[in-house]
């Protein structure tokens, strides 16, 4: 994924390899740290950061069983439970 993000980065933006790697794995991290070239990115390398930072909290993991997953009818097994309440 840092591969990945760090390379679109390099593709849209005209600056250093190792700040735009930085930025991505400080996103990734969710540390919140920067050097401070956020602001000159481009719109696309500031989605390509949201997207990481999104990617970021919610876990690689999460967002791949949540990817993975069929979507189905899940109204049709709830059960409520029944109780007999004793008022007395």
């Avoid at 602001?39 to 690689?60: D, H, P, Q, T, W």
């Amino acid at each position: 994924m840092i591969f990945l993000m760090t390379s679109i980065l390099t593709i849209t933006e005209r600056i250093d390899v190792f700040a735009l790697l930085f930025e991505v794995v400080s996103a990734l991290g969710t540390v919140g740290l920067s050097l401070g070239i956020t602001s000159e990115l481009s719109s696309a390398g500031k989605v390509v950061i949201i997207v990481s930072m999104f990617m970021g909290r919610i876990g690689l993991l999460t967002l791949g069983f949540f990817l993975s997953q069929k979507a189905t009818k899940s109204s049709a097994n709830i059960k409520y439970p029944e109780e007999q309440i004793l008022i007395g």
